[in-house]
Structure formats: C-alpha cells, structure tokens
C-alpha cells in the first residue's frame, strides 16, 4: 500500500490559481488516483479522479472547466491544476488511491491533506 503525501497548499485570492502535488511512496500505475477535499463542517467529497493511465477522469461538477488533474506514473506523482479559484473551493485536499477512477468508495490510503484557503 503507497504512502501518499499532499502539498502545494495556501491562501490565495479568488480567481487564483494554485497546483497541488501529491507524492506516492511506490508505484501508482496499478491505482485510480483521486484528488478529494473536505471543508470544515461538511462530508469529504470527490473533487477529480484518473484512471491508471490518466486517460479517463471525471471532475465534480463544482469543478469542471476550472481543476485539471494528471499524473505521471514514472515520477509516481499525481498533481491537480486549480485555476478560477472561489471562497467556495476552501477546504482541506486529499489524494488517494482507488480501484477504479469512478467507484469513488474504493478511494483510500488518505495522505494528511493540504489546506487550501480562497479568500474573497
């Protein structure tokens, strides 16, 4: 089971843009990978998920048009591209490991998260 650890977090203007990494301890070419989030006081939430070769995702639709996520299965790297950023988007990202990029419960293996903060 990989380790997988966030960054690339921080306080940003609306319609800012930040990219978060997400570094896997082993090999991610064998899993879905996931980026979710969770605000304060709500449910976590699927954000955009990848297949294992990165050529299906699906993005919430909170987040369509705004969020890209890649992934380079060499670097054993996952990344999530935010652009147009809104107070909304505040929350705490995860990345995760799953066994298909749309059986959402499958996702698991929680790194600590990074906290992403939209001001208005």
């Known amino acids: 089971q990989v380790q997988l650890v966030e960054s690339g977090g921080g306080l940003v203007q609306a319609g800012g843009s930040l990219r978060l990494s997400c570094a896997a301890s082993?090999?991610?070419?064998?899993?879905?990978m996931g980026w979710f989030r969770q605000a304060p006081g709500k449910e976590r939430e699927v954000v955009a998920t990848s297949n294992r070769s990165g050529g299906s995702t699906y993005y919430a639709d909170s987040v369509k048009g705004r969020f890209t996520i890649s992934r380079d299965n060499a670097k054993n790297m996952v990344y999530l591209q935010m652009n147009s950023l809104k107070p909304e988007d505040t929350a705490v990202y995860y990345c995760?490991?799953?066994?298909?990029?749309?059986?959402?419960?499958?996702?698991?293996?929680w790194g600590q998260g990074t906290q992403v903060t939209v001001s208005s």
């Open positions: 082993g090999r991610i070419s064998s899993y879905a």
């Open positions: 995760a490991t799953g066994t298909g990029y749309r059986d959402y419960e499958s996702f698991g293996s």
